[in-house]
């Protein structure tokens, strides 16, 4: 898609009739499978079809914008339309985490995921107060371009430089571990070669056009990630209530879902049930106190069970599970000491009765309501303040013509994300109330078969066991993967196939225009920021543009191959990316735009410091990562600060840098008078 060289009108009218065009091809080719999946094309090919052609399209978008101009390619040529800018910069924001995630989180947590919402999208208010209209004023290419500016040399640049990569690199991975999963459940191709397939779209946009090409390309990623996102949930409101519009329907069924749950809570068979739960939950805590002698023991145990029902001629399904539990038997005392302790606190959490979905601040971990608001606030103001301090997010105002459209773009990109945000408590309202109308209570005999399609996909998305043996389906025995909200709804509702492949195509879609901005981010923080600003500062333009292809093509296949190892805990991962950004990033930048009195000492210890205890309280309060960095076993409690859950950790660094570099900057000399003038001038009214 080619910006054209017309006035503004003209440009924007030819985008309009070449996206609408994009739109009306998308929606027909929806339509086209629809009815071949009536004529009998297999669901894998349909699969193929849309991973394909979605996969081509971007390709196509990509190779038509391709450029070797510095400015096409770092910022787009400073020429896209607020409106366009604004949906491009909602395809960056909305990664397969936040298309596929927050339904599933608002399903498990019900008013506490609210915090996510109200986290993510408060952040692109901060966005628009203090940081896009500065940046785009300044002119430069990159984030770290306005900090080597702003507090004079190369210091600040290179721990900015530091800090992206740092974010970037561990949201991106995520993206391509995303990608790889979507695409092996569209068409049971490998990981790997989902991975490598979905690379090859992302590289083919930012590798030949830069923020050019990945602009446009996630214009119609948007697209299609919202219409994919739309359909199923309109369908449900239509379904179970008649209303078209999913939150008006969601609120039909809200009272109907709070009643559910109070019976569920005082029902005599789920009382059995979680009293079951809660027996595996004690047993499991036992074998930990006995540890290390139940080690040898229970494995010993469990070899017995096997030998014993192959000895008798078990039922051929009862011995591949005590196969498979022998194979996966924990290798070692600590790994035993560390599986045993998740699945204490798995049965202990399906032993609690369901969290009521509109009660604020109910959760089933032992906490008061008083610990349980301030760890919903905390997540809040951490995930404004990483969203506001996001580098691949702040690029997208580098590329408005003016500073005017960079306002109008965070305004459109908030809009833009709110269309799905605001949508997705309505879908997992809608859901809970199919699970609990539509499979809670029914026979085994009769499970819909959604649930056995997606439980042999992975067992973790979905799995149901009759613990108390009545061959009735109690919600104690039914755990739902967070994922499975948003990519089984089509099924749920009863939709053909066809739209669970639309669903699937719009994840992909969501995980490639995250990983096409943050690519490029890292790319031109290495190359740009690193090489030409500080290596090589006489490096010709054309030469600039080469090396940052060339370190894209390294950034993307070392994410891949970290992707590939399957890293544990992700969105723990991703979480952390915001907590990163809140304490390096978003003091530094405020305090540069509206403290003019703040120079590159203050601006360094901020960053570094406020980066520093946002890692000390994740190594602390993170089972995983402590065990990991301290040697500190997982079963042993972890101390938390006033309640508050690591992926919030940004909330102690952020307040940390702000101080730091306030009492820094007063110690030390002032900055110079040209850069003080620079922040007037950033300041003064358009």
């Not at 290179?158 to 992206?164: D, M, Q, T, W, Y």
Request: hydrophobic share 50%; net charge neutral.
């Amino acid at each position: 898609m080619r910006l054209s060289t017309k006035g503004p009108r003209s440009q924007s009218a030819q985008l309009f009739r070449g996206y609408a065009a994009y739109s009306l091809g998308f929606v027909a080719l929806v339509g086209l499978l629809s009815v071949l999946e009536v004529l009998g094309l297999a669901r894998q090919w349909i699969g193929y079809v849309f991973l394909l052609s979605t996969v081509a399209l971007y390709a196509g978008i990509g190779i038509m914008c391709r450029t070797s101009d510095p400015v096409e390619y770092y910022v787009a040529g400073r020429r896209v339309p607020a409106f366009y800018n604004g949906m491009a910069t909602a395809a960056d924001w909305m990664s397969v985490a936040s298309f596929i995630g927050i339904a599933g989180t608002l399903y498990l947590t019900g008013y506490n995921g609210l915090a996510y919402i109200l986290g993510w999208t408060g952040g692109y208010v901060l966005v628009a107060l203090f940081l896009a209209p500065y940046l785009r004023k300044f002119g430069g290419y990159t984030i770290p371009d306005f900090l080597g500016a702003r507090y004079e040399g190369n210091l600040t640049r290179l721990i900015g430089v530091l800090c992206a990569v740092l974010c970037s690199f561990i949201y991106l991975v995520a993206q391509i571990y995303g990608v790889g999963i979507i695409t092996t459940r569209m068409t049971g191709i490998s990981f790997e070669l989902g991975i490598f397939i979905g690379l090859g779209g992302v590289l083919v946009c930012s590798f030949l056009g830069g923020m050019r090409a990945v602009t446009w390309t996630q214009v119609g990623q948007y697209i299609i990630l919202v219409i994919a996102y739309l359909v199923p949930v309109v369908w449900l409101a239509v379904k179970q209530t008649g209303e078209p519009i999913p939150q008006v329907a969601a609120s039909a069924v809200l009272q109907q879902v709070t009643e559910r749950e109070r019976e569920l809570t005082h029902d005599e068979a789920e009382r059995q049930v979680r009293a079951l739960w809660q027996t595996r939950a004690d047993a499991m805590q036992v074998r930990i106190d006995a540890l290390p002698s139940s080690f040898e023991e229970e494995k010993q145990r469990l070899h017995w069970r096997l030998l014993r029902a192959r000895a008798n001629d078990a039922p051929m399904a009862e011995i591949r599970s005590l196969e498979r539990e022998y194979a996966s038997y924990p290798s070692s005392i600590e790994s035993a000491r560390t599986v045993w302790t998740k699945a204490r606190e798995d049965f202990s959490a399906r032993a609690s009765p369901p969290v009521p979905h509109a009660d604020p601040f109910a959760s089933k971990n032992p906490v008061s309501s008083d610990a349980a608001r301030n760890n919903f606030l905390a997540i809040v103001l951490c995930l404004m303040l990483g969203t506001a301090g996001l580098p691949h997010i702040l690029m997208r105002s580098l590329t408005t013509p003016s500073v005017s459209e960079a306002r109008k773009s965070v305004f459109w990109s908030l809009l833009f994300i709110l269309l799905l945000y605001m949508t997705a408590p309505a879908l997992a309202i809608l859901i809970k109330f199919e699970i609990y109308s539509d499979l809670v209570g029914i026979p085994y005999a009769q499970l819909p078969a959604w649930v056995n399609a997606w439980s042999a996909v992975d067992r973790s998305l979905i799995s149901i066991v009759d613990l108390n043996q009545d061959g009735i389906v109690q919600l104690a025995e039914v755990q739902l993967g967070a994922d499975v909200v948003v990519l089984a709804a089509p099924e749920i509702g009863g939709l053909p196939y066809v739209i669970s492949g639309l669903v699937a195509a719009g994840a992909l879609a969501a995980a490639l225009s995250t990983a096409d901005g943050l690519l490029l981010t890292l790319s031109n923080a290495l190359s740009h920021d690193t090489l030409f600003r500080v290596v090589s500062p006489r490096m010709g333009a054309g030469r600039q543009v080469i090396l940052s292809k060339m370190l894209l093509l390294v950034v993307a296949f070392a994410a891949a191959w970290a992707a590939t190892r399957t890293p544990a805990d992700i969105l723990f991962l991703v979480g952390a990316a915001f907590s990163f950004a809140a304490a390096s990033f978003f003091p530094v930048l405020v305090m540069g735009v509206f403290w003019k009195r703040a120079n590159k000492y203050g601006a360094a210890s901020g960053m570094l410091t406020g980066l520093g205890v946002t890692i000390y309280y994740m190594v602390q309060a993170q089972p995983w990562l402590r065990e990991l960095v301290l040697g500190v076993p997982t079963g042993v409690p972890v101390d938390l600060w006033w309640h508050i859950q690591p992926i919030a950790a940004g909330v102690f660094g952020a307040p940390v840098a702000f101080v730091v570099i306030v009492v820094v900057s007063l110690l030390t000399p002032a900055p110079l008078a040209v850069t003080q003038q620079m922040v007037d001038y950033l300041r003064q009214p358009d």
